[in-house]
């Protein structure tokens, strides 16, 4: 039993903290959108030093190396508060080297490796949220190519994005997730509308149109009618770098700093109070590590980084509530970093599965009870 | 060596054998009928097993192994002081730490004048302020029954010498407070989970409806990050870890709490059973409440935390 790192990975850890000095704040509280000419860089950054590709088996052009750099990694980006984890050089170039045929590889894997290529996951709708399979957005085969007509919604980042991760039926409705293709969409495809959904921390969200666009065959990843599988498998992949500790780790950090610059740390109740989000944060910091213990031994990690993805965002609610509960009006001031965080951690919660479809995993794979009704 | 949360396999024995002396030694009849007093014999095997000398140059293990046997204690929710008797062995020493580990004597930790154990107390750990002295009985006990059912009393004490209770000695008691309060959670959460997988109401089981299985979910949530803790703490105790004192009051902050929230929640998906006496739930929950409260509580933890984070 033990819970620390090797020196080889700690040695690595010093190197990336060392990188990302030039890199704190870049994306504070993930709002790429304001930011995304900087974020792009930061990726090619990353890219330079074969960063984003360090778990992608060797044969894909990655390092091969273990679980544990990623987490590493993605958990000290976070803690530098510099970007969210990328799509492109995750879930898409994992997918891709397992499920691409060769041509495919070569094609889309090199640039993403360097930074250059960068995605949107477009896979909800308007009546397809934590339920997936009621996917409705229509690919239908004309010779080589698949013509796309539909609608996705919520789709983060996809305003600067390239390419458009899509989920579409390719299949009868009633095949559910039986028959769902998964397509790389280019979104400059004439066709495809991109409009922002403002969201309360001053970002956006997307929804995007699809009119009769024109999608060539050798773009669908994976077999017709079988990215269903694929989904799970791609999820599976990213658990150990999905909501990484050092974000909440972070976020107290500043609370306490912030408590502390005006003068309320002497206050029983706010000492109260961030004695016990400090405990929260280190349950936080314990369920990141049962993630990566888990996929370190080869088990899926599913049910911890469902309890993961549970605690994390719900802790990070509860350090932007706090600090709002003790700091009396000066936290209301627009700009202040407590009344942004309190804004922007209620997307935490909802995005990249909501906590209920989370407590269901948990309920279902580790105490055996259906929580589906 | 990366990182790698399970227990070693000479760990997992240690647990093992705790958990088959529990089982034979200790269950769920003995437990219920022990409230009110603590069997002395039973008391001297637990200590047979080497458990309560972990930890110490005598002892067979380090604290790694005493979180591996308190994970089945509490599990089975074994009776007697044992985060007292864990920091007793840290702060007494030669032969009174041999009496201790070999379960002959009884340690009552507390502020006087009410005592945990008192009646049945060989030595007592008197809370003096910041300190820790070694103290003697002046005059009779008198008996206290308490939620937990465990025998305290109050007794006048006279304080002597104040004790070497260092960082190394509290971490060690907060930590085998940790690992015994998520075990005996975890076990009421799995025990409330297999009722609502059995337990059939509208014509189907209860573990089917979100209202039942969300709670057991969160809280299974929380006693995994609280069991993850414990054992982080116990690892930072055997390689010296500098953060070692903040470690262990975090397990012991958030393992209380977890297994408090998760008393209530399983107290509440038993429904009218969950308030019987001959319930489920009761001879869990009383023991829970009180390890989260006795002595001392948990504000020295919360202090060691507060410092760790700049604000002492």
Redesign the interface.
Known sequence: ??????AE?EAFRAEVVSFLADYRDLDAFFLQGHHWPRVKAFFAALAERGWLSLGWPVAAGGSGL?L?YEYILWDEVAYARAARTPLASGIVAKTIARYGDAAQCLHWLPPIRRGESHFSLAYSEPEAGSDLAAVRCRAERRGGVYVVNGQKCWQSYAQDMDYLWTLVRTGAQQSRGRGLSLLIIDKRTPGVTVNPLPTLDGDQLNEVFFDEVSVPVDQRIGPEDGAWKIMAEALADERHIQFPPGRVRRDLEEV?SWA?NRGL?GDPRV??A??DL??RA???E??G??V??AM??GQSGAVEAA?NK??HTVVCQEVARAALDFGGPAALVAGERVELLWRQSLWETIGGGTS?VM??V???Q???????? | ????????DT?QAVADATARFCAERCPEAVVRESAGTLSRALWRELAELGVLALATPEGDGGA?EMVAALESLGAAVFPGPLPATFLAAQVLDGDERACVASGEWIVSLGAPPLMPFAPLADCFLALDGGKLRRAQPRGTVVAVDTLGGEPWGRVELELGAPLDAGTRAWALHDTALAAYAAAAGQAL??AT?EH??TRTQFG??I????A???P???A???L???T??A??A??AWDTGAGDLRARAA?AR??AA?GALAAAYTCHQLFGALGITLEGPVFHVSRRIRQLASQPPGPEPA?DA??S????S
């Open positions: 039993m033990n819970p620390t790192f090797s990975e273990p544990s306490i502390r740390t000492r109260a961030l004695a400090a405990v280190a349950e936080v314990a369920c590590l049962r990566l213990d370190l031994r309890a549970v605690i209920e407590r269901g948990v309920a279902r580790s105490l055996g009870l259906g929580g589906r009704t | 060596m990366s990182l790698d949360l399970a227990f070693d760990q790694r959460v799995l989970a609502a997988r189907r089981a573990g089917e409806f979100q039942v299985a969300h057991l979910a969160d299974r949530i929380r995994d990050a609280a993850t803790l054992r982080i116990a690892h975090v902050l958030s709490r919360c935390l507060l760790r984070l700049g604000l």
